[in-house]
Each structure stands twice: as structure tokens, then as C-alpha cells.
């Protein structure tokens, strides 16, 4: 077997899978990793790979019918995603109606991201034995139940309750959903499968927002809750009819997890990473009472700002895509730069609305591109047969949003609207500047092969684990 470790350009904005003879994702084509995957918004593929290649052969048959299948994946990201995201554009609205201050209600986003944080490893070391098929509707028909019990929350405590289900979900999809999709197609259409699941994940995140502000305006915010419902009540019905039985995946090991945080390069992608989402979030949960303080904006005037802000992080998702090619680590440094400076600008101003929605843009230039840098970073710095190394990455950036949207509550409770976007920019500067160090520098640099890494380590390279994939697309087994 072939062992070979991706270099930093090989990575895209939507979805790249080992094996495969071309990706793609939402910006187009993009390089195939040799011997690792990544998909937008961190999640973990090279499970997606594992599972996919113990079913690469019942695939080969009829993957024509199978796209309606992965179609019905895709769904479910969309409905997940959205459901995950309403709370954001609607803050104000439903803070008021359920009687809380806006940093208590910030509490929506906080909850189901801890959840994801404590779901992801759990259910990635607990899905040995699971169905995938019975896995997904399951989840899909949580959101489901989340999105009506959120709908009808008579009070905070119920609200955070369903949102808690959604988080649950959340982490298992991201553990289960590619790994699905890639499982009904042949070998080399895999890296489309999971791009088409990233495409239901784009498509939510640009237009959750400003859909469920503009709802929440012409109705109610709980009409938006509806909605969601409803996009996660014909996902389950689209994966009853169309997803086939998948089987069980296969064990990981606990330790394997740990292994981000063992490697000094990887572990510098993580703190970085990590203080991005910390910042970002720490201010975009409450990004339309800051527009409303800071602007003045209306309620139809933020919907729009808030689908600038998907645009332009849009642009960004798809020029880190060309950029980390050659320039990795001045990507992400640049990403969290550019969170910084229009998160300190925007706190200075007051009234200035065209310079305001200029910056609210650049700030969504900036984070659209650290899921792809930070995915890159990951799959460069990460032994690409190590199964499970990627959950705990997941998990962190997870908790990485909860802590930000926590204390951007707090801090906007004492100190009002400038003090989560100062908060924002200090820690977007810090996770920018702590790739500086030596770790850093060294994401540059060619990568070592598993026998370089091994001696470096001071022992013989790891034998690759069972369902781990070459570079041709094939298989291992441990022999017993």
C-alpha cells in the first residue's frame, strides 16, 4: 500500500475525496487530496472515506440511481443548517417575545453547539455497530422535532431544550452524512458525492439568514421555525424514499482523536482556527442588534446586509480555494486579519451605514475563508490514515463558537453593542499571529512521508488502519 500525505494546494471549497479522479465543489473542480478528504464546514471526510470503501463495491451497480440518494442527503444538510442558523437573523425578535436580554438569547446558538462539540467524538467512536440509513433519517427527524418544539417554546428553558436535540444532530451529520453519500456511488464519483452534500450546507448558510429575517419580518419568528420544519420534514421523506440500506461503518479508536492536539503543526491550525470561530461568532450571534445600534437599519434593511454578508463569504469560500494552493498559511492569517480590522472599525463607528455595510461584507469576505484554510491546514498537518483524528477538530471548533457566542452575550449585556465586536477583533488578531511561530512556519514547508514522521517520532511508521484508503482508491486490511 502506498501511504502518501496531501500537500497544502490539495484541498477546495467544497469537498475532496481520497481515490477519486476529481473533485468538485461549490466553486467548481478543485485538486483531490492523496490519502485524505475535507468538506466544507470542518467535517470529518476521511470517516466519509472509510465507510465509502467498504462499500465501494456494492456502489458500482446502478450508481445512476443512487444520486437521488445522495440529492437526499443534501437535503438534510440544508434543513440542518438552516434550522441551526434562524436563531441568528431572528435574535432580537425572539429574545423579546420569550422575555430575556439579548446575551441570554444568544444562548440559542451557544446550546447546540456544545451539543455538537460533545456529540461529534461521541458518535464517531459509538458508530461502529450503527445503520447509516436508519442514522440519517433519525437525525433528520430530530430537527425535525427540534424545529417544532423551538416553534412553540413557550419560554427560554423549552427553547434551549430543543436546541440541545439540534445540536445533537448536528455533530452526527457531520460524521455520518458525507460517509453516506459516498457509500452509493462508485470510486470515482465520490469526491461529487460529497460535494453535492456540501452544496445543501453552502446554500443554507448563505440564505438562512437573510430568509428567516425577512420571515420573521412578514410574520412571525416562529413562522421561520415552520419553515425549517418543513425543509426537515421533506428531507426524511426524500431519504425514506430514496436512500437504500448503507450498513454499519467501521471502529475507531479513542486515541485517534487525540492526535490533533499531539502534533505540533496541527495543534497550531487549531488554535487559530479556533480563535476565529471564537471571534466571528462572538459578534455575528448578535450582528442584527448591531446593525440596529451601530446603523439604525430597519428590519428589511439587516435582511439585506445579512445576504451581503453570505455573498461576500461566498467570495471568500471560494478565492481561499485558489489561494491555499500555494499560499496556506498567509490565508488564514489573512482571513483572521481581515475579521479583526472590520470588527475594530465597526465598533469605532456609529451612523456611518454605507461604510458599515462595507465593512459587515468585508467581515464575511474574511470568515468565508477559514472553513476551507483551516480544513487545508488540517488535512496537510494530519496523518492521512489516521481514522478519527479529525472528530476531536470538529468538536473543538464546536466549542470554540459556543465559548464565542457565550461571551459575546455577556460582554453585550455590560457593555452594549461595541463590546463583542472588540472582543471579536482581539481574538481574531491573536489566532492571526499565533501562526507566526515556528509550528506555523512549518505549515509551509514540503510535507514529511510516513517514514520521515516516524523517525521523527522515534519509531517505525504506523500500519494503516482497517478501510483506509490509498492513493489508487484501494482498501486495506490489517492482517489478523
Known sequence: MTKAHPQPGEAGTGAVTAGSGQASGPAGPVTPTRGGAVVHRVVPAHLACRIGARASARASAGERDAWPAVVA??????????????????????????????????????????????????????????????????????????DVIAGLAPGIGVMLAARAVLGVCVGGFWVFGAGAAITLVSERARGTAVAVVSSGIFLATVASLPAGSLIGTLTTWRAAFAVAAVFAAVAVAAQLAAVPRLGPGGRVRPGSLLTVVTRPVSRAGLVAAGAMFFANFAAYTYIGPLLHTQAGLGAGAITLVLLGFGLAGAVGNFTAGLTVRGHLRATLMGSGLLIACSALLLAALTG???????????????????????????????????????????????????????????????????????????AAAAGSLFLLGRAGAAISSPPAGP????????????????GAIDTAGNSAQRPR
Open 352 to 426: 456611518a451605514r454605507p461604510l458599515i455595510i462595507a465593512l459587515v461584507a468585508i467581515w464575511g469576505l474574511g470568515f468565508g475563508a477559514v472553513p476551507v484554510a483551516a480544513q487545508s491546514w488540517m488535512v496537510q498537518a494530519m496523518p492521512a490514515n489516521l481514522e478519527g483524528g479529525l472528530a476531536l477538530f470538529v468538536s473543538a471548533l464546536q466549542g470554540s463558537l459556543a465559548a464565542g457566542s457565550a461571551a459575546g452575550g455577556v460582554i453585550y449585556d455590560a457593555r452594549g453593542s461595541g463590546g463583542p465586536l472588540v472582543l471579536a477583533a482581539v
Open 73 to 146: 442527503i443534501a437535503l438534510g444538510s440544508f434543513a440542518l443548517v438552516f434550522s441551526e442558523v434562524i436563531p441568528v437573523g431572528l435574535l432580537a425578535d425572539i429574545s423579546g417575545h420569550l422575555r430575556v436580554s439579548i446575551g441570554t438569547g444568544g444562548l440559542m446558538v451557544v446550546v447546540p453547539a456544545v451539543a455538537a462539540a460533545v456529540a461529534a467524538p461521541l458518535l464517531t467512536l459509538c458508530s461502529a455497530r450503527l445503520e447509516r440509513r436508519r442514522v440519517l433519517v433519525g437525525l433528520s427527524a430530530l430537527v425535525v422535532v427540534s
Open 451 to 466: 517514514a520521515e514522521l516516524a523517525r521523527e517520532r522515534g519509531r517505525d511508521a504506523p500500519a494503516p488502519p482497517p
